[in-house]
């Protein structure tokens, strides 16, 4: 049995000091919360698996835009998203209705799920919004 003071002495300095390389210098996390990769809306629908759970800033043609609100009342958008070809993912927004129609262009950043429940049904390649913004 492993004693429950070493234990906790090991998850503090794992926790508290930062990880180091060999020659002292600070390494940052290879994906850091803060990090967006710029993909492609094909990229994206050719490979879920890569980019499941990533951080994806991303452009595209918007497609069937849908305003609607939460069990809790609170507003959201949701839209399909397409790069002109016959690549599309589905993207929503919460917090507010944005103002979007058919055709704009837009660059998101959000967090990409190959595969996202609800209830009774399953959507592939959706988008949760942190930002959208028309160009």
Excluded: W
């Excluded at 704009?104 to 949760?128: F, H």
């Amino acid at each position: 049995m492993i004693n429950k003071g070493i234990l906790v002495s090991v998850l503090l300095i794992v926790c508290v000091f930062p990880l180091v390389n060999s020659s002292g210098e600070e390494v940052s996390p290879v994906n850091s919360s803060d990090e967006f990769v710029e993909v492609t809306i094909d990229e994206l629908v050719s490979d879920p698996k890569t980019y499941n759970g990533q951080r994806v800033m991303l452009e595209g043609f918007v497609d069937k835009v849908e305003y609607t609100k939460s069990s809790k009342g609170e507003p959201f958008t949701l839209f399909r998203m397409n790069d002109g070809n016959d690549n599309e993912v589905r993207v929503y927004y919460e917090d507010e209705h944005l103002s979007l129609s058919k055709g704009d262009k837009v660059k998101i950043k959000g967090r990409y799920k190959k595969e996202k429940k609800y209830l009774l049904y399953k959507m592939k390649n959706v988008i949760k919004a942190r930002t959208v913004e028309e160009i």
